[in-house]
Nanobody, 122 residues
């Protein structure tokens, strides 16, 4: 089970940190990805982190602004969002995939959290 939290209302240029807490999984065996879905749009890839954090893949739209990290001892992944923009407004979902290499394809993921809403005002 995955639980995403930390969403809220933030002004453009501000920062927000999302968390994804896992339970019932051998957490270190899973890669963890963040996806987002804006109103009327498809769910899109944001970032993914490998098992021990050594591999991180970012969507071009967030590169340089968002940072993903994980603490396997706490079964938690974090998404630090800096310099947010109105186009970052979306419901953010974390997902877990039992695979050997980080993937950007949402269809590859086995477990999904419930989502947390991020709203960026201009």
């Amino acid at each position: 089970q995955l639980q995403a939290s930390g969403g809220g209302l933030v002004q453009a240029g501000g920062s927000l940190r999302l968390s994804c807490a896992a339970s019932g999984l051998t957490f270190s065996r899973y890669i963890i990805g963040w996806f987002r879905q804006a109103p009327g749009k498809e769910r899109e890839f944001v970032v993914v982190i490998g098992h021990n954090g050594g591999i991180r893949l970012y969507a071009d739209s967030v590169k340089g602004r968002f940072t993903i990290s994980r603490d396997n001892a706490k079964n938690t992944v974090y998404l630090q969002m800096n310099n947010v923009k109105p186009e970052d407004t979306a419901v953010y979902y974390c997902a877990a995939d039992l695979t050997s290499y980080p993937t950007k394809a949402k269809t590859d993921y086995d477990y999904w959290g419930q989502g947390t809403l991020v709203t960026v005002s201009s």
